[in-house]
T-cell receptor, first 111, second 111 residues
Framework: NAGVTQTPKFQVLKTGQSMTLQCAQD?????MYWYRQDPGMGLRLIYY???????DKGEVPNGYNVSRLNKREFSLRLESAAPSQTSVYFC??????????FGQGTRLTVV | RKEVEQDPGPFNVPEGATVAFNCTYS??????FFWYRQDCRKEPKLLMS???SGNEDGRFTAQLNRASQYISLLIRDSKLSDSATYLC????????????FGKGTHLIIQP
């Protein structure tokens, strides 16, 4: 059982480049989330999707877009990367008020 | 805005000692509580759920105090491998507002 799978694990971008982070879960969860985590800070919610076909902004959505492609997949896109977006990105999923499961993270550096 | 507060530490504890830390939450109607463990540069992983009557898993004990709105984690006979950041999580379901993370407590077990 793979759980939550994120790709890529590492990425270096130049300022202004675009990229998409992929996330897929095989637990049939309705809710999916994208977080970023910076040194000394907690997890900050970028976007979430409560169910297939819906997405909503979290705490720090600027500079990002998301797509809930189907129930399994929730992607995060950076249209024009900036150094301030250098971070570790985590995808997570959950169902109802149960525990959340996380992907292994994507370490993104924007130079 | 729902809040989950934790002492960031670090807690420096000798190997074999018992350590406990708390987490307070702001929403008195919250129903689901969890402790997660996060190792450096890794994804958060579920350590244990917290049940109303309190629960134990080996050397770990979690308790809930609804009157004072806090949950606690007790680690007995601490091991070097317990060094990590421990995240308190409240999940009320229904999207981003339902999943609230504390910023974590950093625990260092010293030989």
């Amino acid at each position: 059982n793979a759980g939550v799978t994120q790709t890529p694990k590492f990425q270096v971008l130049k300022t202004g480049q675009s990229m998409t982070l992929q996330c897929a879960q095989d637990m049939n969860h309705n809710s999916m989330y994208w977080y970023r985590q910076d040194p000394g800070m907690g997890l900050r919610l970028i976007y979430y999707s409560a169910s297939e076909g819906t997405t909503d902004k979290g705490e720090v959505p600027n500079g990002y877009n998301v797509s809930r492609l189907n129930k399994r997949e929730f992607s995060l896109r950076l249209e024009s990367a900036a150094p301030s977006q250098t971070s570790v990105y985590f995808c997570a999923s959950s169902e109802g008020d149960n525990e959340a499961f996380f992907g292994q993270g994507t370490r993104l550096t924007v130079v | 805005r729902k809040e989950v507060e934790q002492d960031p530490g670090p807690f420096n504890v000798p190997e074999g000692a018992t350590v406990a830390f708390n987490c307070t939450y702001s929403n008195s109607a919250s129903q689901s509580f969890f402790w997660y463990r996060q190792d450096c540069r890794k994804e958060p992983k579920l350590l244990m759920s917290v049940y109303s009557s309190g629960n134990e898993d080996g050397r770990f004990t979690a308790q809930l105090n609804r009157a004072s709105q806090y949950i606690s984690l007790l680690i007995r006979d601490s091991k070097l491998s317990d060094s990590a950041t421990y995240l308190c999580v409240v999940n009320e379901g229904g999207g981003a507002d339902g999943l609230t993370f504390g910023k974590g407590t950093h625990l260092i077990i010293q030989p």
